[in-house]
């Protein structure tokens, strides 16, 4: 059973910054594709970030330079940085995880590709 659990989210002020933690357990493969997305109300959920195994990165255009994705493959445990937030990040952060081939099909950004998802972590950014 595979299980992903976020944590870190809270409130912040613009121009904080925040990082956010999955820990995962029951995923086997070796080859996956871990990401984060968030789902602001009213909005579609987008993809923030992912990661493969062996640490390659992929993210949204909009977000680079202020967000960073990393792993502690020891500690089963993906993160999310983020820095210089703004109102506009404000959201429900979600983690996920998928096949390896997601991450190199180039669709590491569309939600229905992934098979696992935690229960999310909210961010608040304050003006």
């Known amino acids: 059973q595979v299980q992903l659990v976020e944590s870190g989210g809270g409130s912040v002020q613009s121009g904080g910054s925040l990082r956010l933690s999955c820990a995962a357990s029951g995923y086997t493969s070796s080859s996956y594709c871990m990401g984060w997305f968030r789902q602001a109300p009213g909005k579609e959920r987008e993809g923030v970030a992912a990661i493969d195994r062996a640490g390659s990165r992929r993210y949204a255009d909009s977000l680079k330079g202020r967000f960073t994705i990393s792993q502690d493959n020891a500690k089963n445990t993906l993160y999310l940085q983020m820095n210089s937030l703004k109102p506009e990040d404000t959201a429900m952060y979600y983690c996920?995880?998928?096949?390896?081939?997601?991450?190199?099909?180039?669709?590491?950004?569309?939600?229905?590709?992934?098979?696992?998802w935690g229960q999310g972590t909210q961010v608040t950014v304050s003006s």
């Open positions: 996920a995880a998928a096949g390896g081939s997601t991450y190199y099909s180039g669709s590491w950004g569309l939600p229905s590709q992934y098979q696992y």
